[in-house]
């Protein structure tokens, strides 16, 4: 719908986003045996926009963040290892798609336990509009390869590790019409990835 609307109305629109918010459930017995289920969300980027940059690891249309790191520890067996924007995720333009973000987890546990995920944007990449570049997909990681099927039931091991990239949002406009303090900006605060 976004892509109709950018030809009638180019400057109220936004590049494609990471489209849903990514759910994440596990389910097991913690380190006492204590049966268990969590379930957290998390978000993308969004799409960059006429006059903006997308929004790095937020929902659209619902702004939300996801929960934080902290929240997630106290209330269940899980431990966040990793929760960081993914540098390169936001598609290239004159605004920039806004940036996903790689979460890494384990379960403290002893026993083999279900993860579920939820995901979305995992083989289409989300569209950057007007010469904008497309955002990267997202992807499951169990211990460090990614599942056959990244959307089925997972029964892991104790030890495993799960690692979640969630997608970025595309780009809006051509990348060469970037303003170069941004493109600092960028560079100083790792959004992107320099080229070699």
Same mark, same amino acid.
């Given at each position: 719908?976004?892509?109709?609307?950018?030809?009638?109305?180019?400057?109220?629109?936004?590049?494609?986003?990471?489209?849903?918010?990514?759910?994440?459930?596990?389910?097991?017995?913690?380190?006492?045996?204590?049966?268990?289920?969590?379930?957290?969300?998390?978000?993308?980027?969004?799409?960059?926009?006429?006059?903006?940059?997308?929004?790095?690891?937020?929902?659209?249309?619902?702004?939300?963040?996801?929960?934080?790191?902290?929240?997630?520890?106290?209330?269940?067996?899980? !431990?966040?290892?990793?929760? %960081?924007?993914?540098?390169?995720?936001?598609?290239? @333009?004159?605004?920039?798609?806004?940036?996903?973000?790689?979460?890494?987890?384990?379960?403290?546990?002893? %026993?083999?336990?279900?993860?579920?995920?939820?995901?979305?944007?995992?083989?289409?990449?989300?569209? @950057?509009?007007?010469?904008?570049?497309?955002?990267?997909?997202?992807?499951? !990681?169990?211990?460090?390869?990614?599942?056959?099927?990244?959307?089925?039931?997972?029964? !892991?091991?104790?030890?495993?590790?799960?690692?979640?990239? !969630?997608? @970025?949002? @595309?780009?809006?406009?051509?990348?060469?019409? +970037?303003?170069?303090?941004?493109?600092? +900006?960028?560079?100083?605060?790792?959004?992107?990835?320099?080229?070699?």
């Amino acid at each position: 719908m976004a892509g109709a609307l950018s030809q009638a109305l180019p400057d109220r629109v936004m590049a494609e986003g990471s489209a849903n918010i990514w759910g994440v459930q596990v389910a097991g017995k913690d380190l006492q045996g204590k049966p268990f289920t969590y379930i957290f969300f998390t978000s993308g980027g969004t799409g960059a926009r006429a006059t903006k940059d997308g929004l790095s690891a937020t929902a659209f249309p619902s702004g939300v963040l996801g929960t934080p790191a902290e929240v997630i520890e106290t209330l269940s067996p899980l !431990l966040i290892e990793k929760k %960081e924007l993914r540098p390169g995720s936001g598609g290239a @333009g004159k605004f920039r798609g806004g940036l996903g973000q790689t979460i890494q987890l384990r379960v403290r546990t002893r %026993e083999p336990f279900v993860c579920s995920i939820l995901c979305d944007r995992t083989r289409t990449r989300a569209q @950057g509009f007007f010469g904008g570049q497309p955002g990267a997909t997202g992807q499951v !990681l169990i211990n460090g390869r990614p599942p056959a099927n990244p959307k089925a039931e997972q029964i !892991l091991p104790p030890d495993a590790v799960v690692e979640i990239r !969630l997608p @970025g949002g @595309g780009g809006y406009g051509q990348a060469e019409e +970037r303003d170069g303090e941004l493109i600092r +900006r960028d560079l100083r605060e790792g959004y992107v990835v320099p080229a070699p």
